[in-house]
């Protein structure tokens, strides 16, 4: 016990008292190596996980309020510099401007004016090819309405005013909110977080189901069992229906493998790294012949809070958010070409709120693999940023960015830390104000909507690999549901191989807190707009398709007063389409 202490680092009191509780749990053990080791699996281990969790997200929250307070310093410098050149007097023969002082303060139309957005993303200034694409610029049917969702009132315009609140859910606890080190995990550390899953998931499925005991996956047992655990493959191929064996929990299992004969099951769906609980036959412990399968269980709805009448008149209108996804070039050329007809689109229907996810600077492009940019990568980016930024201006609308790991110039990790604010630098005070830089993943809460948002194609990655026999529903609806009731934006393992996952961080950060209202995830696969267990799940595919033109997504969201009032939860997204740009 005395060696357990030194390894954990845990004081000699705790230990002891953990001991007692442990020991009268289990009627009264006595100390002997077995149970020592039993208590160290089952009791230290999950004790020192949960205090490491807890350390990591505290110096996140610390370094956040760091980088804040770094960007309001850097803001400030900007308007003392800008205030003490209109008080200074001009050298000689140089060019004269207009003065902005307290007493005679510039025009609104002067600080309009900027250089055009196509001029600042002229390819002729990085890229050696400055010629447009011709099949993008021949395409047809451009704003077409490809696939819509509910009914509309009226035409797709916004308000164009900041009505609409937009932050992260919970004040971003529960999101990454700066860079950290990444590829030093341990394989160890991996499986605790693996198998914290398993545990986590599996007393859900306890008390839903009102389950008495969980089996071992190795235990010989004449009865039906119930055994909890991970669905896996038994080699380095693709799951199939003869390959599937499920990993049990340290708990019950201490992580054996059994495998898996699914032939009595009518139907079933599965991916590797799903946590079910299977009920069947296992009368030799090497084979479990399953013949039940229990369905998991989804998180709850965001209930807001009681709010005044003032706040609830405020946030009660109907707002308009547009969704896009890159590239946001074609794959023949690093002409912006189609990130322009967006800033076009923005201007035009001013929508509330417009989320851009990247990749922005895409890493597959051939231009940017064979290193032909002549200028650096965050350079391209922050001409791109300031385009966007300054394009839609007088539209009033709330730009939000979040990255992908296609993003050639960013972290290539998941979860995927938000984009530096280094990179708002060459905006205005004004403009900063309207841009928010988020996690991929990440949940927002807007107005009291909540808004679940992932850049990773995690409905490609699971659809090459779900395996399922006559389960109900298209593919779409099934691989979003395991995404809900798995309560992970990213529940498959091991994950495919252009993903580069920190499960440390992933513990922490890539959870679902709650079932979203509307959740956001492109796909290279076809568009779509569908309500899955409540909850509307949009694809509003990607800006460009190789060389021709793409789609963007666009929903009206209107807060639901009816929880408020105690009345049965209907859907806040009002309408939604996706639309050819």
Not at 265 to 281: A, D, N
Not at 321 to 341: I, Q
Request: net charge negative; aromatic share 8%.
């Amino acid at each position: 016990m005395l060696e357990q202490c030194i390894t954990h680092r845990i004081q000699v009191d705790d230990v002891v008292l953990e001991w007692v509780a442990f020991s009268t749990t289990r009627g009264g053990l006595a100390v002997s190596m077995d149970n020592l080791h039993l208590f160290e699996l089952e009791v230290l281990n999950k004790k020192v996980w949960k205090s490491r969790q807890t350390a990591v997200k505290k110096e996140h929250q610390m370094s956040n309020t760091r980088d804040f307070s770094m960007q309001e310093q850097m803001q400030a410098e900007v308007e003392e510099e800008d205030l003490l050149d209109s008080y200074s007097t001009p050298a000689k023969g140089s060019q004269k401007r207009a003065l902005s002082t307290p007493e005679n303060p510039q025009s609104k139309r002067i600080l309009s004016v900027a250089p055009s957005p196509r001029l600042l993303l002229s390819p002729a200034s990085f890229s050696p090819s400055a010629t447009p694409s011709q099949k993008y610029g021949s395409r047809g049917g451009r704003g077409e309405v490809v696939c819509s969702f509910g009914a509309v009132q009226g035409t797709w315009r916004g308000q164009g005013d900041s009505s609409a609140q937009v932050q992260l859910y919970q004040g971003g606890k529960d999101s990454v909110t700066k860079s950290y080190k990444f590829m030093f995990q341990k394989l160890q550390d991996i499986r605790e977080v693996l198998m914290c899953k398993i545990e986590d998931l599996g007393d859900v499925l306890k008390n839903h189901f009102n389950i008495e005991e969980f089996s071992s996956t190795s235990a010989p047992a004449q009865e039906p069992v119930v055994l909890l655990g991970q669905i896996g493959c038994d080699s380095n191929g693709k799951l199939n229906s003869k390959s599937v064996i499920l990993e049990g929990d340290q708990e019950h299992s201490f992580g054996m493998q059994v495998p898996v004969d699914l032939s009595e099951l009518r139907e079933y769906s599965l991916f590797p790294g799903q946590v079910v609980v299977m009920g069947g036959t296992n009368s030799t412990g090497r084979r479990l012949v399953a013949s039940r399968l229990y369905e998991g269980v989804p998180l709850p709805f965001h209930k807001p809070k009681e709010q005044s009448q003032e706040d609830m008149l405020e946030g009660a209108g109907q707002h308009m958010v547009l969704v896009a996804c890159g590239p946001y070039t074609t794959s023949d050329s690093m002409n912006y070409e189609p990130l322009m007809d967006l800033i076009e689109v923005i201007k035009r229907d001013r929508p509330d709120v417009c989320l851009l996810l990247g990749p922005f600077l895409d890493s597959k492009h051939e231009q940017v693999e064979s290193g032909q940019l002549t200028a650096t990568l965050d350079e391209v980016f922050r001409r791109c940023v300031k385009a966007i930024v300054e394009g839609t201006r007088g539209s009033g609308t709330q730009l939000v960015f979040v990255p992908s790991q296609r993003d050639v110039h960013h972290d290539f990790v998941f979860p995927q830390p938000p984009f530096h604010p280094s990179h708002l630098s060459q905006l205005s005070g004004e403009d900063r104000q309207r841009v928010l830089l988020l996690p991929d993943p990440c949940t927002l809460d807007l107005s009291g909507v909540v808004i679940g948002v992932t850049s990773t194609d995690i409905l490609f990655h699971m659809g090459a690999e779900e395996i399922s026999s006559a389960a109900g529903g298209d593919r779409f609806s099934r691989i979003l549901k395991h995404i809900l009731t798995q309560r992970s934006y990213y529940p498959l393992y091991p994950p495919a191989e252009e993903m580069n996952v920190d499960y440390e961080q992933f513990q922490a950060y890539a959870q679902l807190p709650v079932t979203p209202d509307i959740f956001i995830t492109p796909s290279e696969l076809r568009y779509f707009i569908k309500d899955v267990i409540g909850c509307v799940c949009v694809n509003p595919g990607r800006l460009t398709k190789g060389q021709v033109g793409g789609t963007y997504g666009r929903l009206f969201i209107k807060r639901d007063a009816s929880l408020e009032q105690g009345m049965e939860r209907r859907s806040p997204c009002a309408a939604a389409e996706v639309v050819k740009i």
